[in-house]
């Protein structure tokens, strides 16, 4: 993959890359063709791997909900 192209690619995928971040991924992941070795580099930088985590807290909500009904005065100059 040429790093145009694979800086078009991480840019797409929300991971935009200046030419100088290209250039330093090419030094490690490139081949002796200029082209950068895009599986190696996934492999590398595990992009593709993901973890969902559970609930650390357990804690649990203390909200109640009470239902209140006022049937007092609604005016606030009769309330004063």
């Known amino acids: 993959m040429t790093p145009k192209i694979f800086r078009q690619v991480l840019?797409?995928?929300?991971?935009?890359?200046s030419e100088d971040e290209v250039s330093c991924v090419a030094l490690v992941y490139g081949s002796e063709s200029g082209?950068?070795?895009?599986?190696?580099f996934l492999?590398?930088?595990?992009v593709l791997k993901f973890?969902?985590?559970?609930?650390?807290?357990?804690?649990?909500s203390t909200y109640t909900p009470?239902?209140?009904?006022?049937?007092?005065?609604?005016?606030?100059?009769?309330?004063?």
């Not at 840019?11 to 890359?17: D, N, Q, V």
């Open 51 to 60: 973890e969902i985590y559970g609930p650390t807290t357990l804690a649990k």
């Open 35 to 40: 082209e950068i070795k895009y599986a190696e």
């Open 11 to 17: 840019t797409t995928h929300g991971f935009p890359l």
């Open 43 to 46: 492999k590398d930088s595990n």
């Open 66 to 80: 009470k239902f209140i009904d006022y049937d007092g005065e609604r005016e606030f100059q009769q309330l004063m």
